[in-house]
């Protein structure tokens, strides 16, 4: 965006204005990429079951031991060990091929 404002404002700008103005912006859209990139470099990527392991999840179908979750608005067959009813709240900490491992909250 800083990109576009300063490629305008070097157009519509009287000189030597519209130069003193382009360098500025372009500098701060600089030091923006630069601080994105620190920012989000050393993030791990997390998908699929890695990012599911803690999160909490709805219970819509009597889990004794197995039954069903709602997850992130999906439903997912689910075992709990300990048992939890419909309408409890359970964490998820692990998977098992499709089946989603949960232990009450």
């Known amino acids: ?6 490629l ?3 157009i519509v700008l009287a000189s030597p204005w519209n130069s003193v103005a382009g360098a500025i912006l372009l500098l701060a859209g600089i030091g923006e990429v630069a601080y994105w990139w620190r920012t989000v470099k050393g993030r791990r990527l997390q998908t699929g079951a890695e990012a ?5 999840a709805k219970v819509v179908a009597d889990c004794q031991p197995e039954g069903r979750v709602s997850f992130d ?3 997912w067959n689910a075992r ?5 009813d419909k309408g409890d709240s359970v964490v998820v900490s692990g ?3 499709l089946l989603l491992i949960v232990k009450r909250d």
């Open 52 to 56: 599911m392991v803690g999160r909490r």
């Open 80 to 84: 709990c060990d300990d048992g939890a």
């Open 8 to 10: 305008v404002l070097f």
């Open 73 to 75: 608005g999906a439903l």
């Open 1 to 6: 965006m800083l990109w576009i404002l300063a």
């Open 95 to 97: 998977r098992d091929g």
